[in-house]
């Protein structure tokens, strides 16, 4: 049979995309009920304080419907946890729907307000009376673990949740102790707001008559957050509740977790047996949704003469804010295991503690610790070439894992598979003309700049959510229906998984149709996270597709009277191989007689290995020392994704995890005050995102060794570009900060103040 110009490896057009720019793209904040009510959500202005509330005044205001306090939701579960350690487990503190006396955070929620509309329950939230007696809060990571910190819960002395070892302490030691160079670092990860383009919402239904409630969520997941929902927060049996994500715009991770406002606009919907609905403003969006990142690590490389790793040992902070999100303490815990990185180390220790402080929570955003794990090594091993007079690329090539060991297994137990990580590294420094690069930092110096030129090859983890069911049917019309419990939040998976079917039966993608994020239509799911959707949701698409075409052939082996070995499958249409002699997918579907069971085929597929994407980013970048703006002038990738479905969708998952990357390490931050816990950067005032100008043209390539552990051979991409850009980026300014002015540190986001900063305070110490 012929290739198939839109199955697997070809740059098929996002086939989703025509109606969303036409504008018939159908999100949550569109869904509006007959006779729907409308919530607000009011909020703690303090980041910590005692409080009692009065909301009595406010309910006679016109058009109230009700307003929710702590105490009239208390029989409600509070939002759970769903990660433990395994050897040394942890009790997690309340975190309840509404506050019940106290609050832990700047936007903690208080009271929720339900009206006729909107301006009418604006009103009604204006009139709560509510008494705060603020208490000391303390914000930040080094802050919350001094002794005299004030305490966000007494059940944790020193606001620390765990603080456990991973890895061989003594045995590390021992390499230090007799390591002829250390190589040290101490960097900041910044807090970060995820900002996607469509913010939270929900719409509550409730049928009185089956007492059941319909939930429309914006989310990444449609069953995790019915579950929870049901059996954690409002105690009711799952069939109980549906839940329906349409169009997302935007995920990254935080609409994966549920929110307090799913819950509450459920229980308000049954309260007053009508519809009601919540829409987060950007205000809410910024103290209300759970934020990224921000650790703090110090790390250190024992070195050989000859510029080999002997041991690293990693001393890592994570912030957890006031609650523990669904899975906030699993970030720092399991990004620690992916510290080693690309390298062969095989003496390793890492104290991990994970803190609390009166801040918003912090959960999974796009790499979920993996970023952060990537962004210690790579910064790590450019110290430790300065260190020894290397160049950033002859220690890596020294010290990089080499094809002939895999599978190799890490100090930290990851079993890498595939991969030949000096070939990329190669091939992103011919594509850069890195030898070329002495020249072109010569000619910056004349126009009065500092070029810098940085490396990072980056490795992650991913496509371990667990097992993902596909169920595959033929409709009558001979088009060819999928329903699948992944959900896409912008990725393309209308267009990859159409792809999948198309690589066997030769359909065109608009034959085939995707159906996700219902709880009714689809029995089971995980949503979508991890990277996770084409390894485990492609792979059960692909075996179901198998049986649904071996099915076919059993079907138009009785139509054609040949055998089943004799038909191929193409255009939709079974064939006997090298006649003319044919029968429509249709046709197959109408043909009396047939078992509509074979029509029907599913299948599942989980990874327990997970797959391990990599690749080398290149950056140049100039920096002007009179105002310390960073200009990147120059942006290669080359990437190891085992095998490509869709180059297209590909490069543009890369497009954006970069440019977040560059909004991390240019610009983005959380900052909250260190006196009261305000978060001073609360809207796009202060919180500064990326603009197209701020990035550069982005040369992409692969250098593909397929994954030996996934049956399709791919390594999942949605969150690599997020992985390598931080460290790239900032190793580049560092290069030429350090070729110019030997300043070998800099802190993430490296904006124009403090890299200017930083050369001002170096030639004032070089006056003295």
């Not at 969303?20 to 729907?36: E, F, N, S, V, W």
């Not at 069911?469 to 939040?489: K, M, W, Y």
């Amino acid at each position: 049979m012929a290739p198939i110009k839109f199955g697997v490896g070809h740059s098929v057009r996002r086939k989703e995309d025509d109606a969303l720019l036409r504008g018939k793209g159908r999100y949550t904040d569109d869904h509006a009920p007959q006779a729907t009510a409308y919530a607000l959500m009011l909020r703690s202005p303090h980041a910590h304080a005692t409080f009692t509330i009065d909301a009595d005044r406010a309910r006679t205001r016109p058009g109230v419907l009700t307003i929710l306090t702590g105490d009239d939701v208390k029989e409600l579960g509070g939002l759970p946890c769903l990660f433990n350690l395994p050897d040394n487990p942890f009790k997690a503190p309340d975190y309840p729907i509404l506050a019940q006396g106290e609050v832990r955070h700047v936007g903690d929620a208080v009271a929720f307000v339900v009206a006729e509309t909107l301006p009418q329950a604006r009103d009604a939230l204006e009139a709560i009376e509510v008494e705060w007696t603020p208490l000391p809060a303390v914000v930040g990571v080094v802050n919350a673990v001094k002794p005299d910190a004030p305490q966000v819960w007494p059940q944790f002395p020193g606001n620390v949740l765990f603080d456990v070892p991973i890895g061989d302490k003594a045995a590390t030691d021992a390499v230090f102790a007799k390591a002829h160079a250390i190589a040290e670092i101490n960097i900041v990860n910044p807090r970060i707001i995820t900002n996607y383009m469509e913010t939270r919402a929900v719409v509550a239904e409730y049928d009185a008559k089956r007492d059941h409630l319909t939930l429309t969520i914006g989310s990444q997941g449609s069953h995790r957050l019915r579950d929870i929902l049901c059996q954690t927060v409002l105690k009711i049996p799952v069939d109980k509740m549906r839940v329906i994500c349409p169009d997302v715009g935007g995920g990254f991770g935080t609409k994966l977790f549920p929110y307090r406002e799913y819950a509450l606009a459920g229980f308000a919907a049954r309260k007053l047996r009508r519809s009601v609905k919540w829409a987060a403003d950007r205000a809410d969006h910024f103290v209300g949704d759970a934020q990224g990142r921000d650790n703090v690590t110090k790390a250190r490389m024992a070195l050989s003469e000859d510029g080999k790793f002997l041991a690293m040992d990693v001393d890592l902070i994570g912030d957890m804010g006031a609650y523990l999100s669904t899975f906030g303490p699993y970030v720092p815990f399991g990004g620690a295991g992916m510290l080693p990185g690309l390298y062969d180390i095989k003496t390793f220790h890492c104290r991990v503690r994970t803190v609390f402080s009166n801040t918003v929570p912090v959960d999974a955003y796009r790499g979920a610790g993996r970023p952060e794990a990537a962004y210690v090594i790579e910064r790590l091993v450019d110290a430790a070439a300065r260190k020894l007079g290397m160049t950033p690329d002859a220690i890596r090539r020294k010290n990089f894992i080499p094809p002939r060991a895999m599978p190799y297994t890490t100090a930290t137990g990851k079993v890498y598979d595939s991969g030949d990580f000096a070939a990329h590294l190669k091939r992103a420094m011919e594509v850069g003309n890195w030898k070329d690069f002495p020249r072109r930092a010569k000619a910056a110096k004349k126009q009065g700049l500092v070029r810098g030129i940085g490396l990072a090859s980056y490795v992650e983890v991913c496509g371990t959510m667990g097992e993902e069911t596909a169920n595959l049917r033929l409709d009558s019309n001979g088009d060819v229906t999928i329903l699948i419990g992944t959900q896409s939040s912008g990725q393309g998976h209308q267009t990859a998984y159409a792809q999948i079917v198309a690589e066997q039966f030769g359909l065109q993608p608009e034959r085939v149709h995707i159906v996700q994020g219902d709880t009714d239509q689809i029995a089971t799911g995980l949503g979508t996270g991890g990277s996770a959707s084409i390894p485990s949701g492609g792979v059960a698409v692909e075996r179901a597709t198998r049986k649904l075409g071996a099915n076919l052939r059993e079907i138009a082996a009785d139509a054609l009277e040949a055998g089943a070995a004799d038909l191929e499958i193409s255009d939709g249409t079974v064939r006997v191989a090298g006649t003319d002699r044919s029968i429509s997918f249709a046709d197959l579907a109408k043909r009396p007689g047939v078992d509509p069971a074979k029509l029907a085929t599913s299948d599942k597929f989980s990874s327990a290995d997970g797959t391990y994407p990599n690749g080398t980013h290149l950056v140049e970048v100039e920096i002007d020392p009179a105002t310390g703006k960073i200009a990147i002038v120059n942006y290669v990738i080359v990437d190891d994704f085992g095998v490509t479905l869709n180059p297209l969708l590909l490069a543009g998952q890369v497009h954006g995890g970069t440019m977040q990357g560059i909004g991390q390490a240019l610009m983005e931050q959380a900052v909250y005050d260190p006196q009261d816990g305000q978060l001073i950067t609360g809207s796009f005032m202060d919180y500064a995102l990326p603009r197209a100008a701020d990035g550069a043209p982005i040369t992409f390539e692969t250098h593909n060794v397929p994954c030996k552990t996934n049956p399709l051979g791919v390594k999942g991409a949605g969150e690599a570009g997020a992985i390598g850009s931080c460290p790239a980026v900032v190793n580049a300014i560092i290069d030429g900060l350090w070729r110019d002015y030997h300043i070998d540190s800099i802190d993430m986001p490296a904006t124009p103040e403090r890299v200017w900063m930083a050369i001002r305070d170096h030639e004032r110490q070089h006056r003295l």
